[in-house]
């Protein structure tokens, strides 16, 4: 037999696994296509507004009248009832009806106007951390907006004019330019890298999960034989099926993110197009490098879905790279999901020539040819296999 029957025959023994077993549908095409229309449609609009919020006015003043109006007027929260006391507005948070509150002290007016330093508090439920932050910020915008104009009041009290007012309250001005994101969209922000990750995680269980079952159900030696006792075409022709199921899902959640959900894409849709097999091929190529160190059903996969997750928090996904420790900020760059993140930042959202993202589209080629240098060891455990539960 040649090399393209051995690679023909351990292609169909593959494809028959995948059709014969359902729990491949559900992680290859049902949970990444689920879960990536979960991200995008979570922010969809960007970052989260119209938290239900309430208020607790004990002045009742006009400075304190002011002061709610400016914080119903504000898009992060929405003020749902004024409330007579503390107690009446903890109990409504207690019972979810709102998310939060913002406390007027007595005499708000008074003291802020004779400068004795009135204090405003605020409390914010953070049992949902999203909705609590959004909260926290237009609660600290508002008290720092009311303590600028409360400065305002008393510097036009002793004479100054409102240009030297407004230079010694606000000494300069900042404009702040997004070239890649101007809209600061969060949607874009965190789907650009969160929804490549998940599916890069499908792809890593997926990958350790088949190669595993091989090794649990006895049919290594079998799986070696089609192949013609050769560990490169048997990954080759198990794999490929895989490999291709993953890639037109991978498109399809491309198609998802820059022509339904409107992502940016500034580059030609060629470039993320040939990154996907790229990304996908990378994954299990990583995943066969881990399960070649740890040739064992439940420490391979194990491995696989640690380091998957992990990838989110030190490729600097959720945790900016600048505020780690430099050998956690390497850890990010031993990951296929790190060199996806910089290529789609480089081409689908600045859009910048295809030349000096080189380095990205090559690390991603080496990942998959990373598992030749350990295949030999998997081989050994194929033709002498002992499953440890």
């Not at 607790?56 to 003020?79: C, E, H, I, W, Y």
């Not at 932050?133 to 036009?156: D, E, Y």
């Not at 990958?207 to 006895?218: C, D, H, R």
Request: net charge positive; aromatic share 14%; glycine share 6%.
């Amino acid at each position: 037999m040649t090399i393209r029957d051995y690679i023909r025959e351990s292609f169909k023994r593959g494809f028959v696994q995948i059709v014969r077993r359902p729990m491949y549908a559900l992680m290859m095409l049902i949970m990444p296509v689920v879960g990536a229309l979960f991200l995008l449609s979570l922010m969809e609009q960007g970052a989260i507004r119209q938290v239900p919020v309430g208020i607790v006015d004990l002045d009742q003043s006009s400075m304190s009248r002011q002061l709610g109006r400016t914080l119903k007027a504000f898009p992060q929260v929405n003020v749902c009832r004024d409330y007579k006391d503390f107690t009446a507005a903890r109990a409504a948070v207690q019972r979810g009806e709102i998310m939060g509150f913002y406390l007027i002290p007595p005499e708000l007016e008074d003291r802020a106007l004779g400068g004795r330093q009135p204090v405003v508090s605020y409390y914010v439920n953070y049992a949902y951390i999203a909705a609590a932050s959004m909260q926290f910020k237009g609660f600290k915008t508002i008290s720092l907006l009311a303590n600028g104009g409360i400065a305002q009041v008393a510097l036009r009290k002793v004479g100054l004019r409102p240009e030297a007012i407004s230079a010694t309250l606000q000494p300069y001005v900042a404009h702040t330019y997004s070239p890649g994101n101007p809209w600061l969209n969060y949607n874009y922000y965190l789907c650009l890298s969160f929804v490549p990750c998940f599916f890069a995680l499908f792809v890593l269980l997926v990958t350790a999960f088949s190669l595993g079952t091989e090794l649990k159900n006895g049919l290594c030696r079998q799986w070696l034989k089609v192949a013609g006792d050769n560990m490169v075409l048997a990954l080759t022709g198990k794999l490929l099926p895989q490999t291709v199921v993953f890639t037109a899902v991978g498109w399809f959640i491309q198609w998802l993110m820059y022509c339904v959900y409107h992502l940016p894409l500034n580059c030609s849709p060629w470039h993320m197009l040939l990154a996907m097999p790229l990304f996908v091929m990378a994954n299990q190529g990583f995943a066969v490098t881990m399960f070649c160190v740890t040739p064992n059903f439940r420490y391979g996969s194990t491995l696989c879905s640690l380091l998957g997750m992990l990838s989110f928090s030190f490729c600097g996904f959720s945790l900016p790279e600048e505020a780690m420790y430099p050998w956690v900020q390497s850890l990010g760059y031993t990951v296929p999901s790190k060199y996806y993140f910089l290529l789609s930042i480089d081409q689908a959202l600045n859009g910048i020539s295809l030349y000096y993202s080189r380095v990205y589209y090559a690390m991603l080629g080496l990942f998959i040819l990373l598992p030749l240098l350990l295949t030999w060891r998997l081989k050994k455990e194929c033709k002498n296999p002992v499953y440890v539960p």
